[in-house]
């Protein structure tokens, strides 16, 4: 069984897949999470986890002033590629390469079910100043439609779904407790935009060969019957949860 630490990993490999098929982030979601540390523009942003910079996008148009921090070589490369005027560091949630209260905000998107609470806690502790932000946000397909639901069930559950069905992320000291918002909204997309979304799983990466067969096929299949075919598109619904919690 592939473990935990292999599937937080293995992104990399995938990164212009992930690239096309991730979504970005809704700009009122991003800046709520921002709010309690000041005006956007000129905010010192800490985005670990910023895999090919989804979120780090995001804030650098809201005015932020961002350090992308990711563990992945492959990430960080597609990062720099795209993005060369940001300090794009190596490093994990739970030892930052980063100073002691220099940061305004540290941020994680679609990667705070990776890390380990309290280690990554006390960590973005230390190098947010007092009365700074963590923020937390994940862009999660809206279930409550069928065709959502049938995907998510031939694509195999994620961590992060997982994490916020049993009733959100926990943190630890020196952070007590979240505050929560959601949106909702939806994405256009094509065939080949769902299967770059499906690729670039760490469920479907990691698969044996005879499993990813079967999530193509299903893929396909559905696809198929949406009408997802050659340029067609499709409206994915998006629920977007976000969470915030200041630095005492």
Not at 52 to 67: H, M, P, S
Not at 136 to 160: F, K, P
Not at 188 to 204: G, I
Request: one cysteine or more.
């Amino acid at each position: 069984m592939t473990s935990r630490e292999e599937m937080s990993t293995s992104f990399g490999v995938v990164a212009e897949t992930y690239e096309a098929g991730r979504p970005s982030y809704p700009t009122d979601a991003v800046r709520w999470m921002l709010q309690p540390a000041g005006e956007s523009t000129g905010v010192r942003v800490v985005d670990v986890g910023a895999g090919t910079g989804k979120l780090t996008r995001a804030l650098i148009d809201l005015g932020a002033e961002v350090t992308a921090v990711d563990p992945d070589p492959g990430m960080l490369e597609n990062l720099r590629a795209n993005l060369p005027s940001i300090p794009a560091l190596l490093g994990r949630a739970e030892s930052l390469p980063l100073p002691d209260a220099g940061a305004d905000a540290v941020v994680f998107g679609q990667a705070w079910h990776w890390v380990d609470v309290a280690a990554a806690s006390a960590e973005a502790g230390r190098v947010l100043r007092r009365g700074g932000v963590l923020g937390l946000i994940w862009n999660i397909r809206d279930e409550s439609v069928d065709w959502v639901r049938r995907l998510t069930a031939a694509m195999h559950g994620s961590h992060a779904e997982e994490l916020l069905a049993s009733g959100g992320p926990a943190v630890g000291a020196p952070f007590a407790g979240l505050d929560r918002q959601e949106w909702r909204w939806s994405r256009r997309m094509t065939r080949e935009d769902l299967l770059a979304m499906a690729r670039s799983r760490s469920y479907v990466i990691t698969a044996a060969p005879a499993e990813r067969a079967r999530i193509e096929q299903a893929l396909v299949e559905l696809c198929d019957e949406i009408g997802a075919v050659g340029n067609a598109t499709v409206d994915l619904p998006y629920v977007t949860h976000a969470f915030r919690s200041i630095r005492p």
